[in-house]
């Protein structure tokens, strides 16, 4: 079951209204800075990738109480409890710098592989690469 499939939408089609999301963006930016398009695309997924996870937080935390509605608090102690590091933001293991930037550089290569609708690249950062560059 794909984690949407509840409301009858696949994961493929939920999105953000894109010219509310480039308001955003615009006023979130000094005016001299243009954004992308593609940029504007990838910072829309991962609003949606986000608005996900804390919907299927609140969720688990709303079940556990036993609750049909989620409610505020039930959102807000899903943030919370993502801050400590459990629930699905989290492995359970606690990550090296090293090992944090390996996977940020591997989401980032799937992502961009999402975007340029190819396939995922194996490439791995270099791992005497310093964070400054």
């Known amino acids: 079951m794909e ?12 999105s953000l209204p894109k010219a509310t999301m480039t308001k955003i963006i615009k006023e979130m930016l000094p005016p001299d800075v243009r954004v992308a398009r593609d940029a504007q695309d990838l ?7 986000f608005i996900n996870l804390v919907s ?19 959102v807000l102690r899903a943030l919370e409890d993502s801050l400590r590091g459990g629930g699905k933001w989290s492995n359970g293991a606690e990550m090296t ?4 930037l390996a996977e940020q ?13 190819g396939a995922i690249a194996s490439k791995q950062p270099d791992a005497d ?3 400054d560059s």
């Open 105 to 117: 550089q591997r989401m980032f290569a799937e992502a961009r592989a999402r975007m340029n609708g």
């Open 43 to 49: 910072l829309i997924e991962c609003c949606v990738e």
């Open 3 to 14: 984690p949407m499939d509840i409301v009858g939408k696949s994961k493929e089609d939920a």
């Open 56 to 74: 299927s937080e609140s969720n688990e935390v709303c079940n556990r109480e036993e609750k049909r509605t989620i409610a505020p608090e039930h």
């Open 97 to 100: 710098e090293e090992e944090a």
């Open 129 to 131: 690469q310093s964070l």
